[in-house]
């Protein structure tokens, strides 16, 4: 089951009010080459949701599949 799959049930209303006040913890982005364009695709996937803890990756690609950066966060949900 997916990490955060126990809030799906949830209502957008209920799941912004929960996460809309994030603290960063850490974050980190590794920059692999320059992103030169106009279309750019992003995917972030959640590694882990805990009750007060989440931890985040994510890729982002230009819009010829070269991968320009990558990151990760760790967000204090309060």
Excluded: N, W
Aim: net charge positive; aromatic share 8%; with cysteine.
């Amino acid at each position: 089951a997916s990490p955060c799959a126990r809030h799906m049930d949830e209502t957008p209303e209920v799941r912004l009010q929960r996460f809309g006040k994030l603290g960063a913890i850490d974050f980190r982005v590794d920059y692999l080459r320059p992103g030169i364009g106009e279309y750019f695709d992003l995917h972030a996937t959640v590694m882990r949701l805990g009750s007060r803890v989440a931890s985040t990756r994510l890729e982002v690609r230009g819009a010829d599949g070269k991968l320009i950066s990558t990151g990760s966060g760790v967000y204090s949900l309060a």
